[in-house]
């Protein structure tokens, strides 16, 4: 298994940027497909990124293609999630996933705390 602590969030105006990170604990992190999420009240969580194993292939929800990147440092046990031109309804919690199956981005068994991100007009 893996643990996900997940640090970065707070406060944004729009068009502005946020960078999120997710530290992992564990000597596998290498081997688990990474991705973020989120969920705003009354509506289900949904895929935002997702990053295979060596940081070779990224896949983005359509809403925040063009604006979010996905990255990883395995060296670092760490994932990111690089938020630039903000907007209000990017408000949500984010979650950090690991083991995401792709390229279906049902999401895997593995889940950080959250960390809210919230965007002003």
């Known amino acids: 298994q893996v643990q996900l602590v997940e640090s970065g969030g707070g406060l944004a105006q729009a068009g502005g940027s946020l960078r999120l990170s997710c530290a992992a604990s564990?000597?596998?992190?290498?081997?688990?497909?990474m991705g973020w999420f989120r969920q705003v009240p009354g509506k289900e969580r949904e895929f935002v990124a997702a990053i295979s194993r060596s940081g070779g292939n990224t896949y983005y929800a359509d809403s925040v293609k063009g604006r979010f990147t996905i990255s990883r440092d395995n060296a670092k046990n760490t994932v990111y999630l690089s938020m630039n031109s903000l907007k209000p309804e990017d408000t949500a919690v984010y979650y950090c996933n690991a083991d995401i199956h792709l390229p279906s981005m049902r999401s895997g068994n593995y889940w950080g705390q959250g960390t809210q991100v919230t965007v002003s007009s």
């Open positions: 564990g000597r596998t992190f290498s081997t688990y497909r």
